[in-house]
């Protein structure tokens, strides 16, 4: 037998259908935290290496590498990049591995952004 229609006498007395939509309720994602690749300066490492370094390892140009040395010198260290950790993490291994190769003392961190 088929249901029969809803009349107008039905609401009143409360039969009516309930429809009812289910949501999904999606937690909200966040961004991964950002970390700062730092160089520090030293005394031995030679300018043309750090330079060499940000160009080869941080993509930058040779100007921009430029003024990033002379940060590094005047100022002691500089951020050199933001990434997120493992990209950061990597960034610093590189970093560490080539100049110990190449037998320099330069020093590279990251810190929380």
Do not use: W
Request: hydrophobic letters at 40%; a neutral charge; aromatic letters at 8%.
């Amino acid at each position: 037998m088929a249901p029969s229609p809803v009349t107008l006498s039905d609401r009143k007395e409360g039969r009516e259908h309930e429809t009812s939509v289910i949501t999904k309720t999606r937690p909200k994602t966040q961004r991964p935290p950002l970390y700062k690749v730092l160089l520090l300066n030293d005394d031995y490492t030679p300018m043309e290496f750090v330079v060499h370094v940000l160009e080869r390892f941080f993509g930058m140009s040779h100007a921009q590498a430029f003024e990033i040395m002379l940060t590094v010198h005047k100022r002691g260290l500089a951020v050199v990049g933001v990434f997120s950790f493992e990209v950061a993490e990597t960034k610093v291994a590189q970093v560490m591995d080539f100049s110990r190769r190449h037998q320099h003392p330069l020093q590279c961190t990251m810190e929380k952004e």
